[in-house]
């Protein structure tokens, strides 16, 4: 178990609706990434916050926001979505020295 | 652009054999490489490299990384089943605060 939870672990919804993916970080991470994973694109960055505040955006379309509260949980909102859009979805957290960790993804099929 | 890029992009061997995996990359102020190995779900660390020619070792598996040359490999000797996966390679690059992924090698051992 990395510490990084992730939910729902999956999610099906359809064209044009909007959905929220939820992330818990490692205690005592700051960082959350937000990855999106499809079968021909690999790991695909989409943005990086610290401590509540946006670090680093990535390939991520403008349908899709996030945020970080100051609990450190963060919340990925998918909306409009598409077919394209099924993927899954990782979350990942990381220390000032200790490397990323995932939580198990959420698999989001768009019908 | 920063990338990574890995290879073979898939692979397939007999138990026992070893197999040695390639990361290239290019990236601005680069920081670590990372490598991860993902099963069914979320990927899980294998190594964290930040200097030249310093091998990581861990059972079977070992890294080591060449800063001049900008690449990396992830070796595994005596392979099992049970190392079959999707090898992931990762560079972190402070610069942009992004943690890049390559598209992996997937890896499947024959009994």
């Known amino acids: 178990d990395s510490g990084v939870t992730q939910t729902p672990k999956h999610l099906i919804t359809a064209t044009g609706q909007r959905v929220t993916l939820r992330c818990s970080p490692r205690s005592g991470d700051l960082s959350v990434y937000w990855y999106q994973q499809s079968l021909d694109q690999g790991l695909q960055f989409l943005i990086q916050y610290y401590n509540g505040e946006e670090r680093a955006k990535g390939n991520i379309l403008e349908r899709f926001s996030a945020q970080q509260f100051p609990d450190l949980h963060s919340e990925l909102n998918l909306s409009s979505l598409e077919l394209g859009d099924s993927a899954l979805y990782f979350c990942?957290?990381?220390?000032?020295?200790?490397?990323?960790?995932f939580g198990n993804g959420t698999r989001l099929t768009v019908t | 652009e920063d990338k990574v890029v890995q290879s073979p992009l898939s692979l397939v061997v007999h138990e026992g054999d070893t197999v040695t995996l390639n990361c290239s990359y290019e990236?601005?102020?680069?920081?670590?490489l990372l490598w991860y190995k993902q099963e069914k779900k979320a990927p899980t660390f294998l190594f964290m490299l930040?200097?030249?020619?310093i091998e990581k070792k861990s059972g079977r598996l070992s890294s080591i990384l060449d800063k001049k040359e900008l690449f990396s490999i992830l070796n595994i000797t005596a392979t099992q089943t049970g190392d079959s996966a999707v090898y992931l390679c990762?560079?972190?690059?402070?610069?942009?605060?992004?943690?890049?992924f390559g598209k992996g090698t997937r890896l499947h051992i024959l009994p």
């Open positions: 990236v601005t102020n680069f920081r670590s």
């Open positions: 930040t200097s030249s020619g």
């Open positions: 990942a957290s990381s220390g000032e020295y200790s490397p990323l960790h």
């Open positions: 990762a560079v972190e690059a402070p610069r942009d605060d992004k943690i890049i």
